[in-house]
């Protein structure tokens, strides 16, 4: 089993900054693609930014030139640099990973998410 840990949400004033942290313990063979989801109130999940194994990354376009997500595999921690945050990121956030913990044991993993709040 693994599990993931996330840190670094709170209250922040628009146009300001937060960094998110993420990391994943247990018996861990192999991570693969880690990421960031959002859930604001009444809405769905849905995706921030997911970084790969190889460390390929991709956006939301509401993030993309806000928003930058990177990994230290060797700390198996992810996390999500949020510059000019805006009111509408206000939300939870999750991270996310694809991990194997061994033979035929793949599967995804979730945090507990972290709240995050975007106001004056």
């Known amino acids: 089993q693994a599990q993931l840990v996330e840190s670094g949400g709170g209250l922040v004033q628009p146009g300001g900054s937060l960094r998110l942290s993420c990391a994943a313990s247990?018996?861990?063979?192999?991570?693969?693609?880690m990421a960031w989801y959002h859930q604001a109130p009444g809405k769905q999940r849905e995706l921030v930014a997911r970084?790969?194994?190889?460390?390929?990354?991709s956006y939301a376009d509401s993030v993309k030139g806000r928003f930058t997500i990177s990994r230290d595999n060797a700390k198996k921690t992810v996390y999500l640099q949020m510059n000019s945050l805006k009111p509408e990121d206000t939300a939870v956030y999750y991270c996310?990973?694809?991990?194997?913990?061994?033979?035929?044991?793949?599967?995804?993993?979730w945090g507990q998410g972290t709240q995050v709040t975007v106001s004056s």
């Open positions: 996310y990973a694809d991990i194997s913990t061994g033979w035929a044991s793949r599967r995804d993993y």
């Open positions: 247990g018996s861990i063979s192999t991570i693969y693609t």
């Open positions: 970084i790969t194994g190889g460390g390929t990354t």
